[in-house]
């Protein structure tokens, strides 16, 4: 089964007669003085002899990749190499109980509705079951918003209108009869333009596919529309998923229009922050949900890798991305994930194990954790480091006994070229036609370059650095053999080593800066254990109001 519905081998192989003619009249392309040279990159050294034996075979290979070159990879055929995050021997929970979401108390519609664009997916969906709001109506009060703000913010590639007011009133006539999806039933929401929708351009933020159109629905896309969520928006990625800035400009920053959001889920993050979706869809390989999570003060979940399929999202590194939600509560992110989550037959690295979230369940139940060293050097600005001191005394004062830990001691940022020499391969294409010119960002922190420097990595220091992340994942079971749930500053080295082996995380607003900025705590868990890490920063956030506060935009 294709990884991709039409990504079959579509290229034709040159005849094998033609490339051993080419062989017989040209001059090897490969030769000893190049091995010399090109000996540096691998940290080796061979003698005269020993290159003189190799280059006839790496010849033949180099007409190997030629041969190959002719095959069309779309960018959604995945490696017939799979990860998985469960070593041989984890053990999970398999039982599946009822969602169990909390009751909470109705509030009432206030008499300025434009507030309600700020409230979370909880009360939203209690105002429409009271009646005292249609989805029809919350939803143009959304798309209303979008149009008059997006000129400011640029978190907006296509507005999904008629899509939008199709599905409203879907919701609306459900209803009516009866017929309730759920917890996400008639609620607006903005998809991170990296996910297949019909009808409506998926350009991946980036100049050379800004017209491309993929004729299917993601399943993330497909199962909010069957959950009874309303898409009102494609929302903005940095191009190719790296930094805020698409072909279009620069996503802004709500609380700070002279600053990026951040990125790459630069439009989820402004857009939910901004009152313009009740919740958006994001994706993080390192950082991308974290860090404008954090910059736009939201709530933001990367859940644990394989729990949500990929199928329709672009592909930067198979063995590191992850969908997830973004939204104004840790709830509101459960509730999302819950309706998402789960294998489709198409991604095959997806995983089908029970997210049971209770709101009511107790906390006395889950094993709490610090990063101590962590904590105690802080990262960041003084604000930063003053609120996680703060966090820690919340979480404290909550009854939580936390147990001070630390991460492996492992040499983590040496398996960080796992990421771009991934990237490279789904991006091969792009670099060998020279179409990377097209793109904004020309700069050595940027994908083209990226994707260039990522040519000289030795398929061997590929493989090895997997190896080593093997390990790495045996000694994060090992740290986390007597606890559920830790807390973490938002960028300390927890950030690529919890991407790298898979686990979960949740990025929550944990304060402001004296510029007034929103600052952030991270909370991680073991592996599938999303209920008892949303049930313990839920327990933060309901102990705290900085979600609460948003940005004033004119």
Known sequence: MAYFAGAGLTGTLLPGSLWTALQESEEPKVTTAMLAQAEA?????????????MVEDLNDTLADYQRLRQVELPNSVPPALHFDPRLPGMRFDQSRRPLRQSTGTARPMPSDREEIAFWPVTDLGRLIRRGEITSLQLTQLYLERLKRFDAKLQCVITLTEELALRQARRADEELSRGVDRGPLHGIPWG?????????????????????????????????LEEAGAVLVAKLTLGALAWGDVWYGGTTKNPWNLEQGSSGSSAGPAAATAAGLVGFAIGSETWGS????????????????????SRHGAMALSWSMDKLGPMARSVEDCALVLDAVMGPDGQDPMASDLPFNWDASADLGTVRVGYLKSDFESGRGSEAMKANDQKTLQVLRELGIDLVPMELPDFPVGALSFILNTEAAAAFDSLTRSNRDDLMVRQERRAWPNAFRGSRFVPAVEYIQANRARTLLMGLMDEALSDLDVYVSPSFSGNLLLTNLTGHPGIALPNGFTEEGSPTSITFCSRLYAEDKLCLIAKAYQDATDHHLKHPELA
């Open 41 to 53: 990159l691998s940290g080796l050294q061979f003698s005269e002899e020993e290159r003189q034996m």
């Open 191 to 223: 998809a991170k333009d990296l996910l297949a929708t019909k009808g409506y351009p998926t350009t991946w933020g980036a100049m050379p596919f800004k017209d491309q159109v993929i004729d299917e629905d993601a399943t993330v896309v497909r199962r």
């Open 289 to 308: 949900i974290v860090s404008p999570a954090t910059r736009c003060g939201v709530t933001g979940l990367r859940p644990t890798f394989g729990r949500i």
